[in-house]
Structures are given as structure tokens and as C-alpha cells.
């Protein structure tokens, strides 16, 4: 399971600055104060307009250069533009001038997480949580720390804290779901990973359905639309439970991605696949893939293991091993993979540029690599 967005919390949602908190206005060349141009600043940041929001702040540091709320925003919006280590630099900056702030700290603790500066992460959550210790925002953030450190304990102890503190708090539902299942606690675990779709990631994964929540029961007669919800890897590890759901029904459908379906469709159960949602056919109860572990009440011991469930078209591996046969040297033939989507929130974390891997090449000498790469990232061509 992917993390989800709660990675960019704070650093992505830039706070407002209250005006009591800011020095003496001194005018800008445009005859506004340094408030009022950081009030457009923030405006045009909450709106995404990043390098309107980033040029304003630069005019009020060339009016003020050590101006710390123009600092602080500056950092975030080039976090934002995917630069965090200007960002970690101006949110020190703006920390150094005017300290006490939880926010500044909580925005600059989830940018060393990103960049893997775990002591530092941890003293500026721990210092976010010292300054507001009822922020749950904070709180949560805190709790992804202690997951990268390693003390779960203290992870669950942040979360459960964040939910007193705001009980619809999704993010923190879901990382409580993440902290659960990977210590073994399915029940309760599966319970607090139903959230996932109440955060701002997941609310618009799917239309407005005009079919009922599946809940489980038979629906002899019926026919029960399964939604491919979530990422490749997501879709492919639920699909497991399809048969299982085919057996309560009198038919399948499958609403995936066009990439998926061809995957997919061979598992028993399906009756067909749908990757437009004009195209899928009536149906009596709709399911995300996701929710099936949770419906089916899944433990350690009942994860469906009929394995292999995916099984690719031969005609396409007869085409494949020719291919190869023909293009390739003989040797070990070894898949890579090394990048996801670029727009996941927790993609720092899991993605890495191809040249990290020519070590495992020159240690491999026998060995044949093929990249399974789509698409191929541009700063990785010169390296093939």
C-alpha cells in the first residue's frame, strides 16, 4: 500500500500569515505593504499559481530580505516546485529569525522526510507537536517519522492522540490503517483502511454511482461492477479476490484501467472488462477492489493463495520469446523497473534515476536486463 498524500501535508498546503505576528509594514515598490503582498502571495499559492505566489514573495525579500513570513512561503511554494532543498533552506531561515512558529516546523520536518534527514525531521516534528500539541495535522506528520524511524509504538501513540483531537481525521485514519496492517492487526486494521476514500487523494477516485455499496452479500441473479480503484500494483494484489466474488454473483464486471484489463480478464469470474465508465452495463451493487480484503474479513491465514492468478496470453509470450531469442544475448534474463508515476505524492520515496542500478549490472556479468520501463523517463535515455 502506498502511502497516500498525508506524506505533503504540510508542505503542501501553505499557511496563512497572521498579520499580528509580522514586523512594522514597510512599503513595496508597487505602494503595498509587505502583508498586503504576502496576502496575494498566499492567495495565489492556495490557488497553484507557484510562480506568481514565488515571485511576490521574492519582491518582498528584495524590500526585506530576512522578511521571515516571506521566508517561510517562499520555502513551501519551492517545495512545491519540486526543489526541497531550497525549501529546508529558506523554512531554517525563516525558523532562525523568528522561532515559535508550528507550522514553519511541521512544513520543514515533512521536507527532511522527504530527503531523508531523519534527525532533523524528527526534532522539527517533535518541536511542531511541542508549539501546538492539539494540531492533528502535526500530530500525523509526526507519526511518519516514527514509522521511517522505526518506533511504531510511538506512531500509533501520535495518531490515536490526532484522532481525539479530530475524529474524521482521514489521513490519520489511514496511516493508522498502514501502522495496523503491517504489524498483523487485519480486523482492525482493514476497519481504519476504509478512510482511504474520504481523503483528498481518494474522494474522487470514481463518479457518483447510481448502484449500491456490494456489502458482501449473494447477489444470485445480480451482476456486481468490481472498480480497480488504485495503482498497478494495488489492482493486481486485490484482483485476487475476484473469484471469490464471482461465486456470489451471476456476473462479474471489471472497470480497470485499459493497461490492466488485458491482465485481468483471464482471471476466473470476469465476464468482461470496462476501462470507460459509458461502457460499463448495468449492474445491481458496485465494489472497490481495495475494500474486498475488508469485506471478506481477511487474516493472515485466509489471503487468497491460488497462485498464479494472473496468467498473460500465450500468444504474446510465444511473441515475446521470440523477440528476445532473436535481440538478446543468451544469459539470465532479468526485468527492472525503477521509476512510478511522477505525480505520486510519496514518489521521492520509490522512484530512483537508472544510473543507481548500473552497479547491480556490473556485479551481474552473465546476466541480461530488460527494461520494463513505461514510460521511459527522459533523463534515463543517455544511460541506456
Known sequence: MSATTITDRPAGQPPAQPAAQQPAPTLTPGGETLDQALTRAQAAAQAKR???AAGI????????????????????VSALQNDPEKGIGLLERAIKVRPGNASWYAHLASLCRATYRMER??????????????????LVNLSLIFVDVDDRERAIACLLRALGQKHDHADGHLALAQNLLSMGEFPSGWLEYEWRNETEAGK???PKMTSAHWNGMPIPKGRILLVGDQGYGDT??????????????????????????????????????????????????????STLPY??????????????????????????????????????RIGLAWTG????????????????????????????????????????????
Open 295 to 332: 469485506l471478506f474479513q481477511t487474516n493472515l491465514a485466509s489471503i487468497p493463495a491460488q497462485v498464479p492468478y494472473l496468467k498473460p496470453e500465450p500468444g504474446r509470450i510465444a511473441a515475446w520469446r521470440e523477440r528476445f531469442a532473436n535481440q538478446l544475448p543468451p544469459g539470465k
Open 204 to 206: 474522487n477516485t470514481m
Open 57 to 76: 514573495c521574492s519582491d518582498v525579500l528584495a524590500a526585506s530580505p530576512e522578511y521571515p513570513s516571506a521566508l517561510a512561503l517562499l520555502g513551501i
Open 50 to 52: 507557484l510562480n506568481e
Open 341 to 384: 508515476r511522477p505525480t505520486h505524492p510519496n514518489d521521492r520515496r520509490r522512484s530512483l534515476p537508472l544510473a543507481r542500478l548500473r552497479p547491480i549490472a556490473e556485479a551481474a556479468p552473465g546476466a541480461v536486463f530488460v527494461s520494463l520501463q513505461k514510460p521511459m523517463p527522459a533523463a534515463d535515455l543517455a544511460v541506456m
Open 236 to 289: 493486481i494484489q486485490f484482483a485476487r479476490y475476484i473469484p471469490a466474488v464471482a461465486k456470489l454473483c451471476d456476473e462479474v464486471v471489471l472497470g480497470c484501467s485499459a493497461e490492466m484489463g488485458p491482465i485481468l480478464q483471464n482471471i476466473p469470474g470476469v465476464k468482461q472488462y470496462c476501462h470507460r465508465w459509458n461502457d460499463v452495463p448495468g449492474h445491481a451493487a458496485h465494489c472497490r477492489l
Open 121 to 138: 525531521a524528527l526534532a522539527a516534528g517533535q518541536e511542531s507537536v511541542r508549539l501546538d500539541p492539539t494540531n492533528a495535522d502535526n
